[in-house]
């Protein structure tokens, strides 16, 4: 396996090589769809910040991902010229949780051919990677994921990566898995669990669907919930079938049992 040091200067180079002019100037703001989720964040998801996802409980990193990966979609999607998106992670991921799959990205709605992974030894060079990349203001999105509690991740570090989004205009998901929150400047901090999908017709595998938490807002209301389904073909989030009622959180917790079953 290439050293950090091969993988830092390979990816500085495919930085350098993005060539994507924005015709016109992306908007602030990207609407999920979901009209709940973008009321309470006053018009949809904050582009040019720091925004955290969590899986509620250690099982839900996948579907944690799969929420990032959503979001970047969507959040590319609005990008007026072909987004570049940038998936950063740690070697360890790759043996802990497995590798992206390209066609599982696909199905989501978001092109294996606009994502640029780099796979990094241990958690300082992957933020020193993160670092390069957040700066270049011709990528879309960048996805930093980050397994556990890393030192070298603290408030300053947070804070480092939120003023290279704010002047580059880039979009940073800090995905975090086997974690539990702590200090950050992200803009918003999100907990995902997966739910269960009402069948289609004929009994066909429904739309992919999760319980997600609105656990922190910078200068918004949060300790919010829904649950929600992905349309892959929209690239919107919509209230789930049979489901779609406000539910009620407590703190930074999952959702109590009683609450799943009646959202």
């Known amino acids: 396996m290439p050293d950090s040091a091969d993988i830092i200067a390979s990816l500085r180079q495919r930085i350098a090589a993005v060539e ?106 992957l933020l020193k990677v993160a670092n390069d990349v957040v700066r270049c203001p011709d990528v879309a999105v960048a996805v930093i994921e980050l397994w556990r509690e890393p030192r070298v991740l603290d408030l300053t570090a947070s804070r480092r990566l939120a003023v290279a989004a704010e002047a580059s205009g880039v979009t940073v998901l800090m995905l975090r898995a086997e974690a539990e929150p702590s200090p950050s400047a992200a803009h918003t901090r999100w907990s995902v669990a997966a739910a269960t999908a009402a069948p289609l017709d004929a009994e066909a595998p429904g739309h992919p669907t999760l319980d997600v938490q609105l656990l922190r807002q910078r200068g918004g209301r949060a300790d919010l919930g829904w649950r929600v389904e992905w349309d892959r073909d929209a690239k919107i989030f919509r209230d789930a079938a049979l489901s779609g009622a406000l539910l009620a959180t407590s703190g930074s917790g999952p959702l109590a049992p009683h609450e799943r079953r009646s959202g």
């Open 20 to 125: 994507r002019v924005r015709a016109v100037a992306a908007p602030c703001l990207v609407a999920t769809g979901h009209a709940g989720i973008d009321a309470a964040l006053g018009g949809g998801l904050a582009r040019a910040g720091l925004h955290e996802v969590f899986g509620q409980a250690q099982d839900d990193s996948g579907c944690a991902g799969g929420f990032a990966a959503m979001l970047a979609s969507r959040i590319a999607g609005a990008d007026p010229s072909p987004a570049t998106i940038f998936w950063l992670r740690e070697a360890s991921a790759e043996r802990r949780g497995g590798c992206l799959h390209a066609p599982g990205l696909a199905e989501l709605g978001l092109d294996p051919g606009r994502v640029v992974l780099g796979v990094l030894d241990d958690p300082a060079s």
